[in-house]
């Protein structure tokens, strides 16, 4: 077999291939004796029908499927001895196998980048710092009575942080003064919790004041992004009727509280604890995330890398249908009307694969395997939050390719880790509130 090799623009490579006649002849004369033995052909008992017969009825065919499986497999036999590591499937051209005749072709298609030193130049990693301070434990305490608290009615006119239950008629004025109705202008017992900002701007800071029963007339304006463009930007008056004035009852904090969230002993002083316990595997959480962003960001910068397109569209192909599944598991079947384009996930499919490639290197480089322990930690993390979570375990152990994804996510955190040990990184003292708003954002 004759193999010659051509660099094109980019990654792409052209590889000629010559088969022998021989190799071409031997395998359609096997198939076709073999095909003879078990041919039914009408006027011949089984396995008497003459070669010839068998070579005129089948050869044609025969010398097809040979000659497909030929490129098949001499295609690999030419990329392992010209070293080279296909990115996706080749594109055959100029295939051609004559009776008597060698098989000649050429295969177009794009080779993997080489990465064989990753550069961890000028990366340097800022890692946010944070201590649970009594007052993050009490605010977080108070956002759970607020979750749970009761409403009664108000004494004195409404005020920021309570309801009112309205009935409202929506009208749109034009430049003209003239006024017209749209669509959903009314609403009848709407709650509407003051300073939520539930509604436009200047809805709810003009119904402060009001008691029950009371009628108010509203002037707002809807924001020049609204939704609904037929809207947008246009002047609008509410008239208001106020069924309703309540203010907020927080609960007390209490055992009867505390035991609201599981906790049966220690009160409110072992829910505290709780809290904080939660609040700090939180910040963990968040600090890994802020500095693997970091990681892979630097990386990126640092090596970057020319993509074969080939595994930049698999990605994009990826990405969409994980979009229409999402989108599938939230709405039903609604995602069929929405218009994905490719465009849309170039970004962060070329993200994706670039990082693949080194950290795949860094891996390989330093023979990194994934930590039974912790694949076993990721697994049961993921299954704590379902009703059964030994159900789960074992559904991610009963197939190898579940828990090879589980495994790829481990091997990728070792690789970030290694790195984070080999560059420079700068402590950052951060609040809990603003660590847990830069990874939310």
């Given at each position: ?221 809807f924001p020049e992004q609204y939704h609904a463009k037929e809207l947008a930007g246009k002047a ?20 009867e509280f505390a035991l609201g969230f599981g906790i049966s002993e220690g009160g409110i002083e ?48 990826q990405l969409m249908q994980q979009a229409k599944d999402d989108m599938e598991a939230r709405g ?110």
């Amino acid at each position: 077999m004759q193999v010659s090799i051509q660099s094109s623009e980019g990654l792409e490579r052209r590889l000629t291939v010559k088969v022998p006649a021989e190799r071409i002849e031997k395998e359609v004369q096997d198939r076709l004796k073999s095909l003879a033995r078990r041919a039914k052909i009408d006027g011949f008992r089984p396995g008497k029908v003459p070669f010839t017969v068998v070579q005129r009825k089948y050869g044609q065919q025969v010398r097809f499927e040979v000659q497909d499986e030929v490129v098949r497999s001499s295609f690999q036999e030419a990329v392992v001895q010209q070293q080279l590591r296909p990115a996706g499937n080749p594109r055959i051209e100029e295939s051609s196998a004559e009776p008597g005749q060698g098989l000649e072709y050429t295969a177009v298609f794009e080779i993997y980048p080489e990465v064989t030193q990753v550069s961890l130049d000028n990366i340097t990693l800022a890692k946010p710092t944070t201590e649970i301070a009594d007052a993050d434990v009490s605010a977080v305490i108070e956002r759970l009575r607020k979750q749970r608290n009761e409403w009664e009615d108000a004494t004195n006119g409404a005020q920021d942080g309570g309801r009112v239950v309205i009935d409202f008629v929506g009208t749109l004025i034009d430049d003209n003064g003239d006024r017209q109705p749209f669509v959903g202008n009314e609403g009848n017992q709407v709650p509407v919790v003051l300073g939520s900002k539930s509604f436009i701007d200047g809805f709810e800071s003009q119904l402060i004041g009001v008691k029950a029963g009371e009628e108010r007339v509203l002037n707002v304006r809807f924001p020049e992004q609204y939704h609904a463009k037929e809207l947008a930007g246009k002047a609008v008056q509410f008239a208001v009727k106020v069924a309703a004035v309540s203010v907020p009852k927080l609960p007390e904090l209490n055992d009867e509280f505390a035991l609201g969230f599981g906790i049966s002993e220690g009160g409110i002083e072992a829910l505290r604890s709780e809290v904080r316990n939660n609040m700090q595997r939180e910040a963990e959480q968040a600090i890994k995330r802020k500095v693997k962003q970091q990681v892979l960001d630097g990386l990126l910068k640092a090596n970057p890398l020319t993509l074969p397109r080939a595994l930049v569209d698999s990605e994009i192909g990826q990405l969409m249908q994980q979009a229409k599944d999402d989108m599938e598991a939230r709405g039903g079947g609604g995602s069929a009307s929405i218009n994905l384009q490719p465009v849309m996930f170039e970004e962060h499919a070329r993200r994706r694969v670039a990082l693949g490639l080194i950290l795949a290197e860094i891996i390989r480089q330093n023979g990194f395997k994934a930590q039974p322990e912790r694949v076993r930690a990721m697994v049961e993390a993921a299954a704590a939050s379902y009703e059964d979570p030994t159900e789960v375990l074992r559904w991610y152990y009963a197939k190898r390719e579940r828990m090879a994804g589980v495994e790829a996510v481990v091997l990728e955190d070792q690789a970030v880790e290694w790195i984070a040990e080999k560059v420079q990184v700068n402590e950052v003292p951060t609040s809990f509130d603003e660590l847990i708003k830069s990874v939310q954002g």
